[in-house]
């Protein structure tokens, strides 16, 4: 179980306790300010009944005690007048307690409610077991220390405080409670003395407060801006399927609570990369999500992020860090490890996916808002971005990016996959470095055509030129060279000689969503990655099942990631892929327990975005004329029109008897369809022609009637040409 608001995050098992696992305590940026906490009814650990996540700040648990005392002839209870009783004289089931943990960007409070709901007077203790280790969040993972210092424990009536003694890194953790407790003389456990009349119910209440010498917002104001930032969500119905609504609901929810809080206000909303493992910020995350969720908050979250990522921009070379010059960080950390250099993780450079991305995502913050300050702020730093890609991430001037790690605890992968085996030969040997891997060489592509865009709208047409011609030429080469014959596929990478590793991987669809796919080779694609080697039902693995490496629990080599699953349809693409995209979507909807019923294409959604009455866009019209300026054809970015593909391979689709059947459905409804506007045309030409009898008679009496009789058949005759009979509305 775990809750987290801010740096605060909590980790308990599934009692509600925390000292029984590895990662299970309290921590406050990364640094681990308890790591235990046990609730102990005279001495003894209460019966758990149910434990729950209330929402993602809050955890509740729910106990009695004592559990059953003595078995009889009523199941789980007394079977005669008796009243089974514990060693102490308490009846069974007499007392229930319930936990609840509330967390805050400024600490924890946690309140104990117990009730006796026996008929007799119940007399006992009330204890918190408590201690802390100050570990970093990556060495309670590990299980392992790096640094460590004698942890002080002192206390007065009100409080006890935990200080962590290390030169290098002051930390403590205070635990306020009311004054009725007792500490003993370790200052590890906190006693009440409890005495409860039948019905009666008293509560207990601790406050966590982490400390240290950093400097933290203010926890009002950063709660206050949360909720203003949540309010201004677009609201998003769907009448026909609640349970849809229900679960994209909870995931909003989720959305909410990951702000990191931490830095300048304007820093705030940059949001975290994932609970429990990783409360931190890291670049591509932070900006992946922020673009996928600009349709709730207009981009609010996105355009933190991208200031955050700005104001840490690689200034030199630094080899422990794998900062250049232009480069944006792959991880921010704020634990211990990282704060005494322990590792490089306080700003670390070494990815070649954030870079890029920051591009991309820049260019849908200005697709959402219009907002030109906000093009201007972010400028330099994408301008940077492109011209470290051109002259440093091309580490050989073959014209594709590769990666190679300098730092001696850096991470050796760079691209999406940033695993240490992510990328294997087809025998299952790891690919050393420099590797250059296909979904950033789409990266790239695209960050230079929404270069390219941005460049136009801001009226530096040149430069918008000198953007798509790289593109083009990018996309010629990475067609002629990247595609295997043996495979029929997308190579996954090049090793050092520049031979192809030919593993068919979920990195394609990388590359397809970016649209550097050549497009006479979009249906093989498609349908490869929908092939049943790799599409698995919930989504498209990351390593193909025929791969002799293949591990449908390893991080990079089979498994399913969803945020792959949602980059891939919805990113822009040269093709309307609406039947893969709806069949990714699906498999990804269907991983989520609580949801049944999947919606289907025919659902009406409503989307309701809050915008700022100053807020711009720009039109079709508009979008096409700055392409036009600049050689991009209008055709092929703005209004495709290819069918839509996807699934199996065609072959697959021609012998398969389902698909044989289902396309005989298919044709049957469609000439229904046809039979039924024929007649619907028909009826609709007769009523037509019974209203023009009269008019026609009121001509011929009347010449001035007769030429509007006229001007009418015409117009009418003229705009019948244009009809579409299938889009006839029966009704």
């Not at 390219?452 to 040149?462: H, P, R």
């Not at 005989?664 to 009898?693: E, F, T, Y």
Request: glycine share 8%; net charge positive; proline share 6%.
């Amino acid at each position: 179980m775990h809750a987290w608001a801010g740096g605060s995050l909590l980790v308990t098992d599934a009692r509600g306790s925390c000292g029984s696992l590895p990662l299970s305590g309290y921590y406050f940026r990364e640094t681990r300010h308890l790591s235990r906490l046990d609730l102990l009814i005279n001495g003894e650990r209460p019966w758990l009944c149910e434990s729950v996540r209330v929402s993602p700040r809050e955890l509740r648990f729910l106990y009695v005690y004592p559990e059953v005392a003595a078995y009889g002839g009523g199941g789980s209870g007394q079977s005669g007048d008796d009243v089974p009783r514990d060693a102490a004289g308490i009846p069974q089931r007499a007392l229930i307690v319930q936990t609840d943990c509330a967390l805050s960007p400024a600490g924890m409070h946690v309140r104990m409610h117990v009730a006796n709901h026996s008929q007799e007077r119940v007399a006992g203790t009330v204890a918190i077991e408590i201690d802390a280790d100050f570990a970093d969040i990556q060495e309670a993972q590990g299980r392992s220390r790096e640094q460590a210092a004698k942890v002080a424990a002192a206390h007065d009536e009100r409080a006890l405080v935990f200080e962590y003694r290390h030169p290098q890194l002051p930390r403590s953790t205070a635990i306020v409670t009311p004054p009725a407790g007792a500490w003993d003389p370790s200052g590890r456990r906190l006693t009440w003395t409890l005495a409860l009349d039948p019905g009666a119910a008293r509560a207990f209440d601790l406050s966590i407060e982490p400390r240290s010498a950093d400097p933290e917002p203010d926890a009002a104001a950063c709660t206050a801006h949360v909720a203003r930032w949540r309010d201004s969500f677009a609201r998003v119905t769907c009448p026909s399927n609640r349970q849809f609504e229900a679960v994209l609901a909870a995931n909003v929810d989720d959305l909410a609570s990951l702000p990191l809080l931490h830095g300048p206000q304007d820093e705030w909303l940059a949001l975290q990369a994932g609970m429990p493992l990783y409360p931190a910020f890291f670049g591509r995350d932070a900006v992946t999500v922020g673009w996928q969720a600009a349709m709730l908050d207009g981009g609010q979250a996105l355009d933190a992020a991208l200031t955050r990522l700005g104001r840490h921009q690689g200034q030199r070379d630094d080899d422990w860090r794998d900062e250049q010059p232009g480069r944006i960080p792959y991880q921010m950390r704020l634990g211990p490890l990282a704060r005494l250099n322990l590792n490089p993780y306080e700003a670390y450079y070494a990815d070649f996916a954030s870079p890029l991305m920051f591009v991309i995502a820049l260019a849908n913050l200005f697709a959402w808002t219009g907002d030109s300050t906000a093009l201007d702020r972010h400028w330099d730093t994408a301008r940077r971005i492109l011209d470290w890609a051109r002259d440093r991430g091309d580490r050989d001037g073959d014209g594709y990016l590769e990666y190679v790690t300098r730092s001696s605890k850096g991470t050796k992968n760079q691209g999406w996959k940033d695993s240490g085996d992510a990328i294997v030969y087809d025998d299952g040997r790891v690919v050393e470095p420099p590797i250059a891997t296909c979904e950033l060489q789409g990266y790239w592509y695209a960050a230079q055509q929404l270069m390219a865009l941005l460049c136009m709208a801001t009226g530096a047409t040149g430069d918008g030129r000198a953007y798509v011609a790289a593109a083009d030429d990018l996309k010629a080469r990475f067609n002629r060279d990247w595609w295997s014959e043996r495979d029929q596929f997308y190579a996954l990478a090049m090793d050092p000689a520049k031979r192809l590793i030919g593993a068919p991987s979920s990195n394609v669809g990388h590359c397809l969503a970016a649209g550097i796919i050549d497009r006479s080779r979009l249906h093989a694609v498609v349908g490869r990655l929908f092939a049943p080697d790799l599409f698995s039902g919930w989504g498209v693995r990351t390593l193909t099942s025929g791969h002799s490496y293949y591990d449908p629990l390893s991080y990079h080599r089979g498994s399913v990631w969803a945020v792959e699953q949602g980059d891939d349809p919805v990113r822009p693409s040269p093709v309307r892929l609406r039947r893969a995209g709806a069949r990714s979507g699906r498999g990804a909807l269907r991983s989520r327990p609580a949801l049944s019923a999947v919606p289907h294409s025919g659902d009406h959604r409503r989307v309701l975005p809050r915008r700022a009455a100053d807020a711009g866009c720009v039109s079709a019209g508009e979008r096409a004329a700055a392409l036009e300026r600049v050689g991009l054809p209008v055709d092929r970015a703005v209004a495709p029109r290819h069918r839509p593909v996807g699934g199996p391979s065609s072959a697959h689709r021609r012998s398969d008897p389902a698909a044989v059947a289902a396309r005989r459905r298919r044709a049957r409804h469609a000439g229904r369809r046809r039979h039924r506007d024929a007649a619907l045309l028909a009826v609709r030409r007769r009523l037509v022609a019974r209203r023009r009898r009269p008019a026609a008679r009121d001509a011929s009496r009347d010449p001035a009637a007769a030429a509007r009789v006229d001007r009418g058949r015409r117009g009418r005759s003229h705009r019948r040409g244009d009809r579409n009979i299938a889009g006839l509305n029966p009704l």
